[in-house]
């Protein structure tokens, strides 16, 4: 059982950027595959990026690919998303989730922050 908590949304313009972060408690923390999704309003809530455990393996969606940048610290049982460059259509609620899987589908994610809310203005 592992909870989570992400923080570091806002409001921002077009072109800054952001860092999101994602506290982890309870169970071991270095043993889970570690992802960022996101929900725009009036969408369904799609993948971004994962990272596993061992941080060197990362995956991103297309639409991220080359803006942001997922990371994790085992030892303080931390997520971030580095987001630069950010664009109007990044606006939505931003989730962390841990899973004992590979995917990167939600279904392969157990455990889900309550999300954190980022809105970009053009």
Not at 30 to 51: H, L
Not at 84 to 103: I, M, Q, R, W
Request: aromatic share 14%.
């Amino acid at each position: 059982q592992v909870q989570l908590v992400e923080s570091g949304g806002g409001l921002v313009q077009a072109g800054d950027s952001l860092r999101l972060s994602c506290a982890a408690s309870g169970s071991t923390f270095s043993g889970y595959t570690m992802g960022w999704f996101r929900q725009a309003p009036g969408k369904e809530r799609d993948f971004v990026a994962r990272i596993y455990w061992m941080s060197e393996n990362t995956h991103y969606a297309d639409s991220v690919s080359g803006r942001f940048t997922i990371s994790r610290d085992n030892a303080k049982k931390m997520l971030y998303l580095q987001m630069n460059n950010l664009k109007p259509e990044d606006t939505a609620v931003y989730y962390c989730a841990a899973s004992f899987k590979n995917g990167i589908l939600q279904t392969d994610f157990a455990y889900w922050g309550q999300g954190t809310q980022v809105t970009v203005s053009s």
